[in-house]
């Protein structure tokens, strides 16, 4: 028997949650949406991925975290689950730290993926 399940994550902010999918190449839905389920089960998420197979994955806000929701048996993403977490997580805290900067005054002069798949961000501000 096939059903939701919650995977805890650490975000907490919808924007570069958005963001972050958008820059995965990942098509969603945003606003309180259904998704769908097994044999019409259904749930409701603040962000809403539709798979090919009818089966739906999402994010979902749990009072303190947009949880990944889905039916794992019928993931059909192109990365694991682990994988597309791990991510997510690392273009969200990307999103963040450009916007906090931007909010401090700073541009991004240069962002390289490393070898390791690690992100490295220079980032500068003038003084004028």
């Known amino acids: ?21 958008t820059a995965l190449g990942v098509d969603w839905k945003s606003g309180e949406a259904p998704m769908r389920g097994h044999q019409g089960a259904s749930a409701i998420a603040e962000v809403v991925i539709e798979q090919e197979n009818g089966y739906d994955v999402g994010f979902q806000w749990n009072g303190s975290e947009y949880a990944l929701v889905a039916d794992m048996q019928f993931w059909q993403q192109p990365w694991t689950v682990e994988s597309f977490l791990n991510k ?4 969200y805290a990307i999103a963040t730290v450009m916007n906090e900067s931007k909010d401090q005054g700073f541009e991004l002069s240069e962002q390289k993926v490393q070898n390791d798949g690690s992100v ?9």
């Open 1 to 21: 028997m096939s059903h939701f399940s919650q995977v805890k994550t650490q975000l907490r902010s919808l924007e570069p949650l958005q963001t972050a999918l």
């Open 88 to 91: 997510v997580t690392q273009r």
């Open 120 to 128: 490295r961000l220079v980032l500068q501000r003038w003084h004028g």
